[in-house]
């Protein structure tokens, strides 16, 4: 629910996950910092997605391209002119909407009524009740069915002619109040375009508008020819590339889920034309499997195939995962066709293509990506990991864990003297200069053992040592494990093999 969401936000602050950007001057909207857990969390992320793309497979390299591009690139790939959001104001709250988000909100609202009007009568008839004969029956649930409809097929009529004039009108006639004050006072719809923009050049007439790029992906297809050459790739072949992305989204308030700068992990893999559906299916699965394997519930991740395509592509789905505020695209799949090299083909002058030795011909391939936010898996991450648990009701005893994936976790190993006496700090040091070429190791000597136990559950630490005075003696040490609690007495020469099992993927 909303609130699990508000505890994970306030926890990622308490522990040194995210601190929100130039905070000390308020705060920058929708830009976020990650502090020191959360960098190490972020890293690992991006290692377990590197490995499984470039490291695991024969026929993906990497690249990491510039942020800065040559303004055509943008013009060639449309972002210029179709990369947008309709934006209405509302002219006494003076507040700004997407067009879009308040028509879809409207909708919403109309099916609520709807489930009102079906649970209502639920309760009335008990088991007799028929929810299909009722639908077709009801006249205020035919009522309001109708409205969706109509306002529906409007909308989507709307967006296709990107006819911004009916697109206002819809909002007027739909007598959509502005939720703030109630008014109904509108502008008109503008498109306001994502791209953030600024000059390159010394003086301002010879500067050059270029813009920060939205997305990582045409870095890669401005590449295609240099790593297909040098490389000597052969179709199918894949280009990876983690890095930054900035887009002046307007609805930014869900913390890190939507930000106007992120880190986005692409994957443009090219194929033969008419291979593309076939490899569409493949990295569909491949990519569910890779977030599966995290060990969170399967349950909470869904494919949404899109049904409505860009006029570029021929099949797309984003995977979904369940936040707590509800089913969300943590990642999308979409098969581009020929679209992308075709047009900087078109821009640029130069003959993007693949001789292909085998059909003795040349073609420009076909694309199939996989595009995932680096942050909005971070979220997903720790919506999954967060949990409160309840040790022991009648002590009112409970504990705060991130029982995170321990190849993920920042912190893997805590190393803790059960005293500060007796040359234990000493040797509690000596196991981490053993093994902090291997793990990310943290000491803490400060507060009781179970306090410590509970501050690195917090941050979901999978492990922690405890040298006490036996130690000394045997050189044995108790390893307690972060999600069933468990102790176990155990040598600490073999403490590398038990963590490095659950750790190293
Ligand atoms: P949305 O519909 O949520 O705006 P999108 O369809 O525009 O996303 P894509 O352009 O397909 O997203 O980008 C691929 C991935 O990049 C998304 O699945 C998401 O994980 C991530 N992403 C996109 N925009 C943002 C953002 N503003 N903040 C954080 N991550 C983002």
Same mark, same amino acid.
């Given at each position: ?29 929708? /830009? ?11 890293? $690992? ?8 793309? /470039? ?17 055509? /690139? ?9 990369? @947008?959001?309709? !934006? ?7 507040? %700004? ?32 009740? $028929? ?12 009522? $309001? ?107 930014? %308030? ?11 992990? +692409? ?63 943590? +990642?999308?799949?979409? @098969? ?23 059909? $003795? +011909? ?16 971070? !979220? ?43 040359? !234990? ?12 070429? @291997? ?8 507060? @009781? ?17 405890? /040298? ?38």
């Amino acid at each position: 629910s909303e609130d699990v969401f508000k505890k994970v936000v306030a926890h990622c602050k308490e522990y040194g996950y995210v601190f929100q950007s130039s905070e000390i001057y308020d705060g920058l909207g929708a /830009v976020y910092d990650y502090g020191q857990y959360g960098v190490e969390l972020k890293n $690992n992320i991006k290692k377990y997605w590197w490995d499984a793309m /470039v490291l695991l497979h024969d026929n993906v390299v990497g690249l990491d391209s510039a942020i800065f591009m040559h303004p055509k /690139v943008w013009e060639a790939s449309g972002h210029l002119d179709a990369f @947008s959001d309709p !934006l209405i104001d509302n002219k006494d709250s003076k507040k %700004r909407y997407r067009a879009d988000v308040l028509i879809e909100e409207y909708l919403q609202k109309i099916e609520g009524k709807i489930n009102k009007e079906i649970d209502k009568a639920k309760k009335r008839f008990g088991d007799a009740f $028929n929810e299909e004969e009722f639908r077709s029956t009801n006249q205020r649930v035919l009522a $309001n069915q109708a409205k969706i409809d109509e306002t529906h097929s409007r909308f989507v009529k709307a967006l296709e002619d990107n006819n911004l004039t009916d697109l206002r009108q819809l909002i007027i006639d739909c007598d959509i109040a502005c939720p703030v004050s109630g008014s109904r006072n509108w502008t008109e719809v503008r498109q306001f375009n994502l791209m953030f923009s600024t000059e390159m050049g010394s003086t301002a007439e010879g500067a050059n508008t270029i813009y920060l790029r939205p997305e990582t992906a045409q870095g890669i297809f401005v590449n295609y020819l240099n790593v297909q050459k040098t490389g000597r790739m052969k179709l199918p072949f894949g280009i990876a590339q983690i890095g930054k992305a900035f887009r002046n989204e307007i609805v930014a %308030r869900q913390f890190i889920f939507r930000m106007r700068e992120f880190e986005q992990m +692409e994957m443009q893999f090219f194929v033969q034309p008419g291979e593309e559906i076939k490899w569409f299916e493949y990295w569909k699965e491949a990519r569910m499997k890779w977030h599966k394997a995290l060990g969170f519930n399967d349950e909470d991740y869904r494919y949404h195939d899109h049904d409505k395509l860009a006029h570029y592509a021929n099949a797309a789905t984003d995977v979904e995962y369940q936040f707590p505020f509800g089913f969300k695209e943590v +990642e999308g799949i979409h @098969s581009r066709t020929d679209f992308d090299l075709s047009q900087h083909q078109k821009f640029s002058g130069k003959k993007i293509q693949y001789f292909d030795p085998e059909r $003795n +011909e040349s073609y420009v391939p076909y694309v199939v990506e996989t595009s995932i936010g680096v942050d909005r898996m971070f !979220l997903q991450v720790l919506s999954a990991s967060y949990e409160e648990e309840v040790i022991n009701e009648e002590k009112n005893d409970t504990r705060v864990v991130l029982k995170l994936p321990a190849p993920l976790a920042p912190v893997k190993l805590a190393v803790l003297p059960l005293v500060k006496k007796d040359g !234990l700090p000493e040797k509690a040091k000596e196991i981490i200069k053993e093994l902090r070429y @291997s793990f990310n190791c943290q000491y803490d000597e400060k507060d @009781s053992i179970g306090k410590r136990y509970r501050r690195q559950d917090a941050i979901g630490t999978p492990f922690c040592v405890t /040298v006490d005075h036996d130690t000394m003696e045997d050189n044995t040490v108790t390893i307690r494990y972060r999600d069933t609690m468990e102790q176990e007495r155990v040598k600490i020469q073999d403490l590398e093999k038990i963590i490095g099992k659950q750790v190293n993927l």
